[in-house]
């Protein structure tokens, strides 16, 4: 019997939740002013909810450890060639764009995007994106050349992190139309509610329909299966200024490291209630043998009410630091819709299983003698720090 095996390909769910059941009153969730949140650790920020599927995956990537670095990435170029750096569009130059395009594509929100706006004879079909956490600008160079192919005339807002080596915004970026903001104070922390609000403030004019989110940071290689609860804050924070820029029927792409925590869990249930339709992408050019994924939403509602005094204060004073964050959501909440919960269960089995066997299958050509090319400038480093690369599973993105 011959071997399972697995190629990089996109694919995509959608998350459901039972219409029957109620928004939850958030209002209830706000800690009195004397009180405060209870915060967990990002190593004890998981649940029992799949636990023993999470921790294979880690055990298939610790089978990983005895390879070198050249070893690894030759195989891994060898056995899924399909997602590949250094593959070049016509339009832009970077993974990150072709992940970008991948997850568009799979959801439709070119499509939504046109159902909302009305295309003018002279100047097409206008609209406006905020790129969150973008520096130095993939998503954003990716989205100028591909909404013109698509036929819209876009207009361009960003905020990064200032004085960060790696993150200045490309210069190519202004002739675009692309205006770069730092926040109030001019650091460009998103981790800082007041920026957040800014941003809301500057475009508050502006027909925000699109709103992407690129943003992380290095995770050293020991506590690499952490990277979900440990970027907590700044997914968290990606999300919630989504909330603040879009516009009615507006779209939403943001780059998660996984779906195991119930935070992430939180605001996808949540974002449920917020937005007409809600999906998962795992595009092509997100290697199968890593756990990132993209949260893709289309049709914003708006936020229900008394939600946003929640979810405000819950960044605000939920998070004092990066290694611990207050549970969004009480476990219960999630847990009595059994239509979401089996959804989410359903969509991490799906990927976890394409993810082991494709870290099995690099771990076999390994132990077989077999070995693949490795380009003198492998993979362009899309992590946002621009620090040293790192090419293992989860350190591509």
């Not at 905020?130 to 591909?146: K, N, T, Y």
């Not at 876009?154 to 200045?168: N, R």
């Not at 990606?238 to 939180?266: E, H, I, M, Y």
Request: with cysteine; hydrophobic share 35%.
């Amino acid at each position: 019997m011959s071997e399972e095996t697995v190629t990089d390909k996109t694919v995509e769910f959608l998350v459901r939740r039972d219409e029957s059941v109620p928004p939850p009153n958030l209002l209830d969730l706000v800690p009195p002013k004397s009180g405060d949140y209870n915060r967990i650790h990002w190593r004890e920020a998981f649940d029992e909810t799949q636990k023993d599927l999470r921790e294979s995956v880690w055990e298939c990537k610790s089978n990983l450890d005895p390879l070198t670095e050249k070893q690894y990435l030759g195989i891994r170029n060898k056995l899924f060639p399909s997602a590949r750096s250094g593959q070049q569009s016509r339009y832009f130059f970077n993974r990150a764009g072709f992940k970008l395009m991948e997850s568009m594509e799979a959801t439709g929100v070119w499509v939504q995007l046109k159902r909302i706006t009305t295309k003018h004879k002279k100047h097409g079909r206008r609209v406006t994106f905020v790129d969150v956490c973008g520096g130095p600008g993939s998503f954003s160079q990716a989205l100028f050349s591909l909404g013109k192919k698509q036929d819209f005339v876009l207009k361009g807002y960003g905020i990064t992190l200032a004085g960060v080596k790696g993150l200045d915004w490309y210069p190519d970026l202004k002739k675009s139309g692309f205006v770069a903001t730092y926040g109030v104070d001019g650091t460009g922390d998103v981790f800082k509610l007041m920026n957040l609000e800014a941003l809301a403030t500057i475009t508050k004019t502006e027909n925000v329909l699109l709103v992407v989110a690129d943003g992380g940071f290095t995770v050293e290689r020991d506590v690499a299966n952490y990277q979900e609860t440990i970027s907590a804050r700044i997914t968290y924070g990606q999300w919630l200024s989504a909330l603040k820029l879009l516009r009615p029927g507006g779209c939403f792409v943001l780059k998660l490291f996984d779906t195991f925590s119930p935070n992430t869990r939180a605001f996808l249930y949540l974002s449920t209630f917020i937005f007409e339709k809600v999906h998962i992408v795992k595009p092509l050019h997100s290697r199968v043998v890593n756990s990132e994924r993209y949260l893709v939403c289309k049709g914003f509602i708006g936020v229900p009410e008394g939600w946003m005094t929640y979810l405000d204060d819950y960044y605000d004073r939920g998070f004092v630091d990066n290694d611990h964050s207050p549970l969004l959501l009480p476990l219960e909440v999630m847990a009595r819709d059994t239509v979401f919960m089996s959804g989410i269960e359903e969509m991490n089995e799906t990927i976890a299983a394409n993810q082991k066997i494709a870290l099995s299958m690099i771990v076999k050509a390994a132990e077989a003698g077999e070995t693949g090319e490795v380009p003198a400038e492998e993979d362009e480093q899309e992590n946002p720090s621009g620090a040293n690369k790192r090419s293992r599973p989860d350190d591509d993105e």
